[in-house]
């Protein structure tokens, strides 16, 4: 059986807090059910507290930070161009020509275009 979600401990939380259980109870039953991968008993209280202030959402509140830019569509491209030209450049030299971070290139590489290095080429 694999690990439940987050979200999906936190719907029983919410239940079983709509039943009148309290966070230690609560915390007991999601270790019966779910043993070393429920919740920590903090994090049980948290939401406890935050559904009975009147909170009907799972899911965690958005957070404000910094976007990522560098794995925009157009950095792709740039990169895909950059090694279909010359498919002998290392992660660094792209990195260098295209002014971008090398685990940047490194993970558009890998990830983005499913490309990676054989032999001094990097191929996809």
């Known amino acids: 059986m694999e690990p439940a979600s987050v979200e999906e401990q936190r719907v029983v939380i919410k239940?079983?807090?709509k039943l009148g259980k309290n966070g230690r109870e609560i915390f007991a039953d999601l270790r019966t059910v779910?043993?070393?991968d429920a919740v920590k008993e903090p994090t049980v209280h948290k939401?406890?507290?935050r559904f009975r202030e009147g909170r009907e959402s799972v899911q965690d509140d958005p957070r404000s930070?910094?976007?990522?830019t560098s794995h925009s569509d157009e950095n792709v491209e740039r990169i895909r161009t950059c090694v279909?030209?010359?498919r002998r450049l290392t992660v660094r030299q792209v990195a260098e020509e295209l002014?971008?971070?090398k685990t940047v290139?490194?993970?558009i590489l890998r990830n983005e275009l499913q490309m990676?290095?054989?032999c001094a080429k990097i191929v996809p």
């Open 116 to 118: 990676k290095k054989i």
């Open 47 to 49: 939401w406890l507290k």
């Open 99 to 101: 002014n971008l971070g």
């Open 65 to 68: 930070g910094r976007p990522s």
């Open 84 to 86: 279909n030209g010359d």
């Open 34 to 36: 779910y043993g070393d």
């Open 15 to 17: 239940f079983l807090s």
């Open 105 to 107: 290139v490194h993970e």
